[in-house]
């Protein structure tokens, strides 16, 4: 199977950034459609962001103060955090989609492969 590897979570304060990583040895990410999940205890797993072919879509509630990317010849997929609230604070999934026609959705539905997370967290 894919095995994904996130990395760079941690214990900020509100208003802080963190920039988290993904990398895979098993395949080159310019060949997947990349996302990031997030899930805070007792909560449902949410997409945040993902790369579609070179398209980028975010959830809501972090337009304008995450960005995702990713790094070819590394073969890793960042998310880069601004801004960050207290409301944030999740387990941070990297993740694959199956299919094009599902990536822009960010659906927990059809996602192919999870990495293990990072956990970040945000204080006030």
């Known amino acids: 199977q894919v095995q994904l590897a996130e990395s760079g979570g941690g214990s900020v304060q509100a208003g802080g950034s963190l920039r988290l990583s993904c990398v895979t040895s098993t395949y080159t990410v310019s060949t997947k459609y990349m996302a990031w999940f997030r899930q805070a205890p007792g909560k449902e797993r949410e997409g945040v962001a993902g790369i579609c072919t070179g398209s980028e879509v975010y959830a809501d509630s972090v337009k304008g103060r995450f960005t995702i990317s990713q790094d070819n010849a590394q073969n890793t997929v960042y998310l880069q955090m601004n801004s960050l609230q207290p409301d944030d604070t999740a387990m941070y999934y990297c993740?694959?989609?199956?299919?094009?026609?599902?990536?822009?959705?960010?659906?927990?539905?059809?996602?192919?492969?999870w990495g293990q997370g990072t956990q970040v967290t945000v204080s006030s």
């Open positions: 993740a694959t989609i199956i299919s094009l026609s599902k990536c822009r959705g960010l659906d927990r539905r059809f996602v192919g492969y």
